[in-house]
Nanobody, 123 residues
Framework: QLQLVESGGGLVQPGGSLRLSCAAS????????IGWFRQAPGKARERVSC????????NYAEPVKGRFTISRDNAKSPVYLQMNNLKREDTAVYYC????????????????WGQGTQVTVSS
């Protein structure tokens, strides 16, 4: 079973940057599309970005377009979420999740989830 581990969260000032990583503890990620999600206190979980298994297709939620970049290098490397110009409203627990091959329309198609990493944007 695919197990995902996120890292890279922390406390950053508004306008700062963080890079999150999503790695697989057992299997390779090369067959999976990887999505990044976030959930702030009292709010619903939202999909932030997704990258297909091949890396050829990416998409972003409107609030993060132009500020966040999702990437992957090869089958053995993590999937990264580079977050620039962070805002207070980006504060949330960030999760990565895996789906087969392409980024699905439905969040229910993501079948493996990590434990999450906290991102706090505050001065």
């Amino acid at each position: 079973q695919l197990q995902l581990v996120e890292s890279g969260g922390g406390l950053v000032q508004p306008g700062g940057s963080l890079r999150l990583s999503c790695a697989a503890s057992r299997l390779s990620l090369d067959l999976y599309a990887i999505g990044w999600f976030r959930q702030a206190p009292g709010k619903a979980r939202e999909r932030v970005s997704c990258i297909s298994a091949s890396g050829a297709s990416t998409n972003y939620a409107e609030p993060v377009k132009g500020r966040f970049t999702i990437s992957r290098d090869n089958a053995k490397s993590p999937v990264y979420l580079q977050m620039n110009n962070l805002k207070r409203e980006d504060t949330a627990v960030y999760y990565c999740a895996a789906a087969r091959s392409v980024c699905p329309r439905e969040d229910l198609s993501f079948t493996s989830w990590g434990q999450g990493t906290q991102v706090t944007v505050s001065s």
